[in-house]
């Protein structure tokens, strides 16, 4: 009388049924692009500003990493553009009241 519960087999070890023979799929890389406009946005802004918009639409269709770099770049030439307008406009009303001189009689 032997009951086939008591004395239970080890099951066989389990394959995965989806094994991929060569490992994981590879992941993008990073957008050369991206790279390029944060750091330009130091130096010209402007150029900074466009390479971005351009890295951010690159990295939309290709699926690449450095979405973070365009938006930076982005935003920081931005912001730099506006402190140079204002810095501009300041020393321009600077220059202009240099020369004027107020007499009081």
Known sequence: MSDSNLNPQPLPPQQPQ??????????PGWNTMSIVAFI???????????????????IKRTGEQGRGLALAAIIIGFVALALGIIVAIIIGVAAANAGITYSTS
């Open 40 to 58: 330009a946005t130091f130096f010209i802004s402007i150029l900074g500003i466009i390479l971005g918009f351009v890295a951010l639409s690159q």
């Open 18 to 27: 989806y094994a991929q023979p060569y490992g994981a799929p590879a992941q």
